[in-house]
């Protein structure tokens, strides 16, 4: 029996080398006048915000800049940011970033056409109306925020990340230039990079999988495992960080559709009480909770072992999760991921509170199984 699925993605999507200037065209289409830039500091400083500036600058569109964004963004920045898009009479955001600035713009664009506060909307599909127009320029790869219905604002009361997944945050445009990704920094690169092998891996092992999101997350799993470790060498190498480019497209539609799991609950738990960046707290869990799905559906590890290189006609299934889940380790430690929090200085760790949270998570779910308290607290012990 064929069950029929609602495939959601951006409709439009530049990707490529010297893709950023092909935005001016959709602008222009669009007839926008006033741009509001969310962004961060850093991205102002090395100078690729005045990059996209530029070209809205050569099409005559101005500009108000809001760069107050902090990685883990909260709600507060959130609500600081709407108060200046009301002052701007901007007609457009245009977010300009990795995750954080991305995830912090689609709130903004939520809360502009429905009110509230931003916390009305964690959970699933809360919104009535779509969002204030948000073009999102990317420039890491990466969360795929900028693809994705999904985005993550931290509750600074709560001590917890806030998981909002709704159809009307989907931006109107998302461009993937990976000249813009030149020279990132090592650890974002692995960092980011894990991040998307995460959300392929994830996407596949979930229920939610079918046979067009699991296409997509393979392909994203094999650049990844080709591509993610020259990109961490060599930050100028410019077809790796294309392909990378490519493996965060693959992955973002993947999860977008199909949905996430245990790893992602946990890590947003990290990230929500010790600030830690998420691609680090996911590279860091991925193999230890993939080691435990895989006792329950260890099948579903057969497609992605043959896709980086073992020869699944030797070996079973339970072989097979394990040849992927050891190879993870191995991807982890060749781009430079702490394997433990200690190595990173993080030493008092509340795993009462994290496990609890944990299993509150909305991506909680679309794991293949729900772990107890106590479950979840031993994997946190595994990282610490």
């Known amino acids: 029996m064929t069950t029929s699925k609602t495939f959601y993605v951006p409709s439009v999507n530049l990707i490529g080398q010297g893709c950023l200037y092909e935005m001016g065209d959709f602008v222009q289409a669009a007839g926008y006048k006033k741009a509001f830039v969310v962004t961060d500091k850093v991205l102002v400083k090395t100078g690729i915000v005045q990059k996209v500036l ?15 964004v902090q990685p883990n963004p909260t709600s507060a920045i959130v609500h600081r940011g709407l108060e200046l898009l009301n002052e701007s009479g901007s007609d457009v955001i245009l977010s300009i970033g990795g995750g954080s600035p991305q995830d912090c713009a689609k709130a903004i664009g939520i809360i502009k056409t429905n009110g509230g506060h931003i916390r009305d909307y964690e959970g699933g599909h809360k919104s009535i109306h779509r969002s204030f127009p948000v073009i999102a320029v990317n420039t890491t790869a990466g ?11 931290t509750d600074e009361e709560r001590q917890v990340k806030m998981v909002m997944v709704d159809k009307n945050s989907l931006v109107q445009l998302s461009v993937n230039d990976p000249a813009l990704m030149i020279n990132k920094p090592k650890e974002l690169t692995a960092a980011t990079g894990m991040d998307a092998l995460t959300h392929a891996i994830e996407s596949i092992v979930t229920p939610g999988s079918y046979a067009v999101t699991e296409t997509l997350a393979l392909g994203a799993v094999e650049l990844i495992f080709e591509y993610l470790p020259r990109a961490v060498k060599n930050g100028q190498d410019i077809e790796a960080r294309e392909q990378m480019v490519h493996a965060i497209f693959l992955a973002g539609l993947a999860f977008n559709n199909a949905g996430l799991g245990f790893v992602h609950s946990m890590a947003h738990q990290l990230g929500g009480v ?111």
């Open 54 to 68: 530029d070209v809205l600058d050569g099409i005559n569109v101005s500009c108000s800049l809001f760069d107050e």
């Open 143 to 153: 969360t795929s925020s900028e693809l994705t219905i999904n985005y993550v604002i």
């Open 274 to 384: 010790y600030n830690m960046p998420h691609g680090v707290c996911n590279a860091m869990l991925l193999p230890i909770v993939e080691r435990e799905n895989a006792k329950y559906v260890p099948r579903k590890f057969r497609k992605i072992a043959k896709t980086i290189g073992a020869d699944v006609k030797e070996l079973n299934d339970a072989e097979c999760a394990e040849y992927v889940i050891m190879q993870i380790e191995r991807l982890s430690e060749e781009v430079g991921i702490p394997k433990t929090l200690s190595e990173i200085g993080l030493t008092d760790v509340d795993l009462d509170k994290l496990a609890e949270n944990s299993l509150l998570d909305a991506c909680a779910p679309g794991n293949p199984f729900m772990p107890t308290k106590e479950e979840t607290i031993k994997m946190f012990e595994q990282i610490l």
